[in-house]
C-alpha cells in the first residue's frame, strides 16, 4: 500500500538556518503531494503541493520539487524564522483511493 | 479561520462513556474526511463521506461510527470508550476527491478518563 517516510524530528535549528526536512513515499501511479503545517494547538493546514513529476510547490518562502525517480518531496526553506516552528507532515493523495496518507511528522523548533 | 468547523473543541469523559463529535465542512466541499492524531500512531485515518454516503473506510473501530446529514455535516460517534480512545479527532473536508488537498478544522481533543 501506500506510505510516506519522514525525517525523523526533532530538528531544532537557529533563525535564518537553510531548512531541509526529507520526505519520501511509496506508492504505485502518480500520486499527488503534500506539506502541511500544524502549529500548536491548532489543525493542519496545507503548505503547498505538487500533482506531476517536476512540479515545485511553494508557498511562504516552503518549496518541495517532486521527483518520481527518487520518489521524494523534500521541504526547503532559504532562511527560517522564529514563527515557522510547527510540525510538519509530508502526505499523498493516490488516484482512486482518496484517502490522504501522512508520514509521522517532523517537529521543527527555531531558536532565536 | 479554516472554513471547516468542529465542537467542542475539548471533551473529558469516563470509560465505557459515549460521545459525538460535530464537524461542519467548508461551503461548497461535499467530502468529509475523519482523522484520529495521538501521540504513538500519529495521522490515521478513519472515514470518508461524499454527499452523505460512505465513500471510504479506514482504521475505523466498530466502537466508532459516523455519518453525513443532507446539510453536509458530519458526526462521529465514539462509544464503550477507553483510555486509549484519547486523542485529537479532526475533520477535514474538500470539493470532491481531495485531489487539491483537504482543508482541516481545529480538531477536538478527547480526554477518556
Known amino acids: 500500500g501506500d506510505s510516506v517516510t519522514q525525517m525523523e524530528g526533532p530538528v531544532t535549528l537557529s533563525e535564518e538556518a537553510f531548512l531541509t526536512i526529507n520526505c519520501t513515499y511509496t506508492?504505485?501511479?502518480?500520486?499527488?503531494l503534500f506539506w502541511y503545517v500544524q502549529y500548536p494547538g491548532e489543525g493542519l493546514q496545507l503548505l503547498l503541493k505538487?500533482?506531476?513529476?517536476?512540479d515545485k510547490g511553494s508557498n511562504k518562502g516552503f518549496e518541495a520539487t517532486y521527483r518520481k525517480e527518487t520518489t521524494s518531496f523534500h521541504l526547503e526553506k532559504g532562511s527560517v524564522q522564529v514563527s515557522d516552528s510547527a510540525v510538519y507532515f509530508c502526505?499523498?493523495?493516490?488516484?482512486?483511493?482518496?484517502?490522504?496518507?501522512f508520514g509521522t511528522g517532523t517537529r521543527l523548533t527555531i531558536i532565536p | 479561520d479554516s472554513g471547516v468547523t468542529q465542537t467542542p473543541k475539548h471533551l473529558i469523559t469516563a470509560t465505557g462513556q459515549r460521545v459525538t463529535l460535530r464537524c461542519s465542512p467548508r461551503?461548497?466541499?461535499?467530502?468529509v474526511y475523519w482523522y484520529q492524531q495521538s501521540l504513538d500512531q500519529g495521522l490515521q485515518f478513519l472515514i470518508q463521506?461524499?454527499?452523505?454516503?460512505?465513500?471510504a473506510k479506514g482504521n475505523i473501530l466498530e466502537r466508532f461510527s459516523a455519518q453525513q446529514f443532507p446539510d453536509l455535516h458530519s458526526e462521529l460517534n465514539l462509544s464503550s470508550l477507553e483510555l486509549g480512545d484519547s486523542a485529537l479527532y479532526f475533520c477535514?473536508?474538500?470539493?470532491?476527491?481531495?485531489?487539491?488537498?483537504?482543508?482541516f478544522g481545529s480538531g477536538t481533543r478527547l480526554t477518556v478518563v
Open positions: 477535514a473536508s474538500s470539493v470532491e476527491t481531495g485531489v487539491s488537498g483537504y482543508t
Open positions: 502526505a499523498l493523495l493516490n488516484f482512486g483511493n482518496e484517502k490522504l496518507t
Open positions: 505538487a500533482t506531476k513529476a517536476d
Open positions: 463521506y461524499y454527499n452523505g454516503e460512505e465513500r
Open positions: 506508492a504505485t501511479g502518480y500520486p499527488s
Open positions: 461551503s461548497g466541499d461535499l467530502s
